[in-house]
């Protein structure tokens, strides 16, 4: 059962490679990249992370870095190119 104060808020923020959701419950946050096929991004419960992020790729706002090309349009799991 959940109760009136136990909401999620859900966030849509507009990114160079799709949309991020981010699901947001108070001590847990999810974030995820509809367009990358739902991959999570960020989990985080307590202000801790506990998802490991490559710095080369994201940084701490889950955009890519300069440099780092997305392929949109490909298939979910070749979306980041890494070469």
């Known amino acids: 059962m959940t109760a009136a104060n136990d ?7 507009p990114t160079a490679y799709g949309e991020l ?6 001590a ?3 974030t995820a990249a509809p367009g990358l ?5 960020s989990v985080t419960l307590g202000g801790s992370e506990f ?3 490559n710095p080369r790729l994201l940084d701490d706002d889950l ?3 300069p440099g780092v ?5 490909s298939t ?3 979306a980041w190119s890494t070469s």
């Open 63 to 65: 955009t890519p870095v």
């Open 76 to 78: 979910a799991a070749a």
């Open 69 to 73: 090309r997305t392929r949109t349009g």
């Open 28 to 30: 847990l946050t999810v």
């Open 51 to 53: 998802l490991y992020r």
């Open 37 to 41: 096929g739902g991959r999570l991004l």
């Open 7 to 13: 909401a999620v808020r859900v966030r849509r923020t």
């Open 21 to 26: 959701i981010t699901l947001d419950a108070g």
